[in-house]
């Protein structure tokens, strides 16, 4: 007669052994999931935090206060924002003196000043160039209008109008062609950013109007 097998004193079954390790399994994933579900919403929350920090930097949204400033102009005078206060101001921030783009739009302004003045407002240009760069620029195209000197680019950056830039593939920083247009209460009212020269003063004047 064939013997009968028996299980060793002390021992389980094997099938016995198998759901014990399934539910310790089971244990373990639930354990692991719990602890896992508030680091990813913790992971979210700060990328969240920093898209939301990062949009509003840059003093650029209309309705905000205007970030203050003081820089020289191309006679060497300082001119600031507290000191226009009252007036309207058409702050147009360009990348370089005296370069294609640029020079259009400064002599756009200079040609259609009066009717800007008519306004009640003062146009200002902003560059990363220097004082002798500003006043080699004006003179040669009888600007008729202040030109300030922002050669640290706190004023640009604070404008968050310093960004990355490309140029036939090669990717530098630089001043985005922007213009900002300041209430007589130093609350920023438009803002036209990646400007293209042409048309861009008939819309700062309708901006105005």
């Known amino acids: 007669m064939p013997s009968k097998t028996k299980a060793s004193p002390g021992k389980k079954p094997v099938t016995g052994v198998m759901k014990t390790v399934a539910k310790a399994q089971g244990t373990l994933r639930k354990t692991s999931e719990k602890k896992s579900a508030p680091s990813v919403a913790k ?44 007036q309207t101001i058409v702050l147009f921030f360009y990348p370089k003196d005296d370069t294609s783009g640029c020079t259009k739009e400064a002599c756009s302004f200079r040609d259609g000043l009066q009717a800007i003045r008519k306004k009640g407002a003062v146009v200002l240009g902003v560059s990363a160039d220097s004082v002798a760069s500003h006043q080699k620029f004006s003179k040669k195209f009888d600007l008729n209008f202040p030109l300030l000197s922002d050669e ?58």
């Open 43 to 86: 992971k979210s929350a700060t990328i969240f935090s920093k898209e939301k920090g990062a949009a509003a930097t840059g003093g650029l949204n209309v309705g905000s206060r205007a970030p203050a400033f003081s820089l020289p102009n191309e006679k060497g005078q300082v001119v600031k924002l507290s000191e226009l206060k009252g």
């Open 152 to 209: 640290s680019k706190a004023m640009i950056q604070a404008y968050g109008v310093w960004k990355e830039k490309s140029m036939y593939g090669r990717k530098y920083m630089g001043i985005e062609r922007t213009t900002v247009i300041i209430t007589k209460d130093g609350i920023i009212s438009h803002v036209f950013p990646k400007v293209k020269v042409d048309g861009h003063y008939e819309e700062v004047l309708e901006a105005l109007g």
